[in-house]
């Protein structure tokens, strides 16, 4: 089939996409949004970069792209991640927290038929793990629980005394409270001590480096890994992190057959969205996103959504699983008349606990975005309208873009910086500056 689209089609369907995206609120769990200025790198010469050559030695740099940018990842991504990680040792190759994953089960996971116990996905396990350790070569057992929430322990032990494995991979995805890592950690080394104990935490990164959660690392656990874009706002990325020396070179002596270019401009990006969540707050966004957290699941029980775990607050991290079901709306009809009303939300089976599909939602880049106080009573006001379907949804959407006006805030600073200044001017010319997009600006302008 031929292409149908035109260039000046993609300009403006772009365009149409950002005015609706920023008048409308994502919900998503497991997307965020960042600065404009962690996404400058995007723009520029360094999104065309391969970099290799980390101790900058001389012989090395056989891709010279780089060469003088080498610091930015040097000095600034990787010793931010080891401030805030609490770690010594950095991996920022991921490109995304499935290829940490693959990238952690295959430096980690043993040999050939080695045993990797993960967590089962109806606990809330990452539904690719099996999948991924399996085609990796490895045998696959699972952690359980006694409820949706909570892991077995006795269970754990037993299984880790009996199938001895190489690694206790703890994945948990869909989740409303984070498993007790040290009671996890001490129960596995007492069965297996040459067992190790990696903590996926891509859900939850961004409360961890924002200190709203405990570290891993702390716990006791090997090694962590999390994406950068889900509660952390950043690129779409992943890292590993750990305090051993013997994992860090596991998982490099691994990474260069798995991951060739590491995506350089994002891995810069995220060095300045670590800068800025270390000096603009990212520690009140961490703990604000949990207490967002639990009073939208409050606001939106108490207008007639059943919300998951009220019993236990309802959640301890970003996310609400709603029971959309249990109210007599399929939850997919929930989140069409959601997206109406400019809000986005995942819709989806799966959830421990829930016999169908529920409604998944976050507060974390609602928060990112600046919505507090007051705003989480009007959101929840037009989100409860929306599902029940009481009122038009084009007036949702017009309160939903009210409240995105009301906490966009910074366009003052730019005229008054020259370093926004040259920012900005960097990201018009980025636009501009090569013939071939001189010549496709004639053609979308004709
Ligand atoms: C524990 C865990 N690992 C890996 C992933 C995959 O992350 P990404 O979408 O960044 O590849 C997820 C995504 O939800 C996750 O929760």
Request: glycine share 10%.
């Amino acid at each position: 089939m031929n292409a149908t689209v035109t260039l000046a089609d993609v300009v403006r369907l772009l365009a149409e996409n950002e005015g609706e995206a920023r008048r409308g609120l994502s919900m998503v769990p497991s997307e965020n949004a960042m600065s404009g200025i962690s996404k400058l790198p995007m723009l520029l010469d360094p999104y065309h970069r391969y970099f290799f050559n980390e101790s900058d030695h001389p012989d090395r740099w056989h891709f010279r792209g780089a060469q003088k940018l080498r610091d930015l990842e040097m000095n600034l991504t990787v010793p931010l991640l080891r401030e805030l990680g609490r770690a010594e040792h950095v991996s920022v190759r991921p490109l995304s927290g499935l290829s940490a994953m693959t990238l952690v089960l295959a430096a980690l996971g043993g040999e050939n038929g080695s045993t990797v116990v993960t967590i089962a996905p109806e606990n809330g396990g990452h539904f690719a793990t099996p999948s991924v350790a399996r085609r990796l070569g490895l045998e696959v057992e699972f952690l359980r629980g006694t409820g949706p929430h909570e892991l077995d322990l006795d269970h754990a032990a037993e299984l880790v005394a009996r199938v001895r494995p190489s690694l206790v991979y703890v994945d948990q995805s869909h989740c409303l409270f984070p498993i007790d890592v040290a009671s996890l950690v001490t129960t596995v080394r007492a069965a297996s001590p040459g067992t190790l104990v990696h903590v996926d935490a891509s859900h939850w990164f961004g409360l961890v480096l924002g200190g709203a959660f405990r570290n891993p690392l702390d716990e006791g656990a090997d090694s962590v890994s999390g994406s950068t874009h889900k509660t952390f706002p950043g690129p779409q990325k992943a890292v590993v992190l750990t305090r051993d020396a013997g994992i860090d070179q596991r998982v490099r002596d691994t990474q260069d057959y798995l991951i060739s270019s590491h995506h350089f401009a994002s891995t810069i990006g995220l060095g300045i969205a670590l800068l800025e969540f270390r000096d603009c707050g990212g520690a009140e966004y961490a703990r604000a996103v949990v207490a967002h957290t639990r009073r939208f699941g409050r606001l939106l029980d108490e207008r007639g959504i059943t919300v998951a775990a009220k019993e236990r607050g309802y959640s301890a991290g970003h996310q609400l699983w709603l029971d959309t079901e249990a109210d007599g709306i399929a939850p997919k009809v929930a989140s069409d008349r959601l997206f109406a009303a400019g809000l986005r939300v995942n819709f989806m089976a799966g959830l421990p606990g829930f016999p169908g599909q529920g409604v998944r939602i976050g507060l974390n880049e609602p928060t990112y975005q600046g919505l507090a106080g007051d705003d989480l009573v009007e959101l929840a006001d037009v989100f409860a309208a929306a599902v029940h379907d009481t009122s038009p949804s084009e007036d949702l959407a017009g309160r939903i873009a009210a409240l995105r006006l009301r906490t966009r805030f910074g366009a003052a600073v730019g005229s008054t910086s020259p370093l926004l200044e040259n920012a900005l001017a960097l990201c018009a010319d980025a636009l501009r500056t090569n013939p071939l997009v001189s010549r496709s600006a004639q053609v979308i302008a004709s």
